[in-house]
């Protein structure tokens, strides 16, 4: 029997996540989950005639389908259906516990209904003379969520894990690279013996001795999971001004988004590109300006992080172009995820001078509202180095 094709949408209208997902019994399109065989009992009483009542009663029903569904399936991959060099790099996922408190923080927030109808009020209204995504800044809604600290030191892999030595600040340098806020000095009695150091309140290494480079961080919520492991600073760009401000009072370094790879970045360790590329005007562009950066300010091997959500679906928010259409064009081939994923290793990275390391399938998440709890797309995170510049524009010779 032919295996069910998994079908996505990309919604752009919002900036939050929808996903339009077709698994087992159950249709999940962009507001609700709604199933087809449906044995609850709360589906066979009387829907309720009030408007929020059907909504909160719709809201109840979907959540319950939520904690039904399968999320395995956010991380099955058809290895079998892949070239062998790309099935021997995918790193296999699965829910853990930075995965979990999302869904719960999620699921608690979605719930604060005074709250989501002052969202509901508020978004349409500041959406005439702003962005989707600088409303979603301005009201601190739609947080979104890739992966947690514990899946991104394992796409890394050992190897990579086993560069980071742990580190001890001293009292006298400047705290440069961890969140502001999270470094607490603690008494000169807790340290006795060693006075020229001082504890910091900082969750267990590893740390990496070098900066962090993530492009389009939005609200910085993705960043904040890692930022902390990296000494020597975290920059951002982001294109909205709330989110700018946001990212700012969190303590990263907020670089100008149109000229961040002219800046100089002391010891680059990883650069990220969290589904950026498809929200952009010049895509390919931005590969090159990080390939570019990545060589010339890492001091050892650097590594890129690109997440792309699969099927490949453009819409550029904010840009020259009022069809919102980027300039540059990406073409993506494949009607499956593997296909797909093989079309991006051919048919972009390859051509833009990368190699993938490791790769792996995440669910790309996002806070939910009065429909239901969270919603989310398919995601192919990759973890990239530099090509060596004899393959350039040439592939690997393990694609073909």
Not at 182 to 201: I, M, R, Y
Not at 282 to 302: F, G, H, Q, V
Not at 374 to 379: F, G, I, K, T
Request: contains cysteine; negative net charge; glycine residues 6%.
């Amino acid at each position: 029997m032919a295996r069910e094709l998994e079908t996505l949408s990309y919604s752009c209208v919002t900036d939050s996540v929808h996903s339009a997902i077709t698994a087992d019994n159950y249709t999940c399109d962009a507001y609700t989950m709604q199933s087809e065989d449906d044995n609850h009992s709360l589906s066979r009483l009387q829907r309720p005639r009030g408007a929020l009542a059907r909504q909160l009663y719709d809201k109840i029903l979907a959540d319950q389908r939520l904690e039904d569904f399968d999320k395995n399936k956010w991380y099955e991959c058809h290895l079998n259906e892949m070239p062998p060099h790309l099935a021997s790099r995918f790193i296999q996922m699965g829910v853990d516990e930075g995965t979990e408190a999302f869904l719960e923080q999620s699921k608690e927030k979605s719930e604060w209904i005074f709250t989501q109808l002052w969202y509901s009020l508020a978004r349409p209204f500041f959406g005439w003379f702003m962005s989707q995504t600088s409303v979603n800044g301005l009201l601190g809604r739609g947080s979104m969520f890739v992966f947690s600290k514990t899946q991104f030191l394992k796409l890394l892999g050992k190897d990579y894990q086993d560069s980071c030595q742990p580190i001890e600040f001293d009292k006298n340098l400047h705290f440069n690279g961890l969140v502001g806020g999270n470094a607490q000095e603690l008494s000169d009695d807790s340290h006795q013996g060693n006075p020229c150091k001082t504890v910091l309140n900082i969750e267990p290494g590893p740390f990496f001795d070098g900066s962090l480079l993530d492009l389009g961080a939005g609200d910085g919520g993705i960043t904040e999971i890692i930022a902390k492991m990296f000494k020597s600073g975290v920059y951002v760009t982001e294109i909205s001004p709330p989110m700018k401000r946001t990212l700012a009072k969190k303590g990263f370094h907020v670089l100008d988004e149109n000229s961040w790879h002219k800046e100089d970045i002391p010891r680059l360790r990883i650069a990220m590109c969290l589904n950026l590329l498809d929200r952009c005007e010049t895509p390919l562009t931005l590969l090159s300006n990080l390939r570019d950066t990545l060589k010339k300010n890492a001091k050892e091997k650097p590594l890129l992080i690109v997440a792309l959500v699969l099927p490949y679906s453009t819409y550029v928010e904010t840009g020259s172009s009022s069809d919102h259409k980027p300039k540059e064009i990406i073409t993506i081939q494949g009607s499956t995820f593997e296909d797909q994923v093989v079309s991006v290793e051919r048919d972009l990275f390859i051509p833009a001078g990368f190699e993938i390391l490791q790769w792996t399938r995440l669910p790309y998440l996002c806070e939910g509202d009065l429909r239901q709890a969270y919603y989310w797309l398919s995601d192919s995170v990759f973890v990239l180095t530099p090509a060596s510049d004899a393959s350039d524009g040439n592939g690997d010779s393990n694609a073909s």
